[in-house]
Nanobody
Framework: QVQLVESGGGLVQAGGSLRLSCAAS????????MEWYRQVPGKERELVAR???????TYAGSVKGRFTISRANAKNTLSLQMNSLKPEDTAMYYC??????????WGQGTQVTVSS
């Protein structure tokens, strides 16, 4: 079972940038998709961005044009570059790996707080 560890969260002012990283304990190239989710207390976890093994990418409408997801299979890492951050981007961000059976493996999360 793969272990995922996120890093890079923190406190930033609105308009600023952060880069999240997710380090996997094993190869990520075999997963169907690598994903970033976020969750605010009291709300459901929502998909932020997904990159499939084919290379195709999906973004939530709220982050399109501001966030960029990327994967480095050789380093077993997933990244999320977040620019032009808004207070509404404040959330716990989670990395996920989805296997061919649609099982998701989750990291422990990293907190992103954007001040106005």
């Amino acid at each position: 079972q793969v272990q995922l560890v996120e890093s890079g969260g923190g406190l930033v002012q609105a308009g600023g940038s952060l880069r999240l990283s997710c380090a996997a304990s094993g190869s990520i190239s075999s997963f169907n998709a690598m994903e970033w989710y976020r969750q605010v207390p009291g709300k459901e976890r929502e998909l932020v961005a997904r990159i499939r093994s084919s290379g195709s990418i999906t973004y939530a409408g709220s982050v399109k044009g501001r966030f960029t997801i990327s994967r480095a299979n050789a380093k077993n890492t997933l990244s999320l570059q977040m620019n032009s951050l808004k207070p509404e981007d404040t959330a716990m961000y989670y990395c996920a790996a989805r296997d061919r059976g649609d099982t998701r493996y989750w990291g422990q999360g990293t907190q992103v707080t954007v001040s106005s």
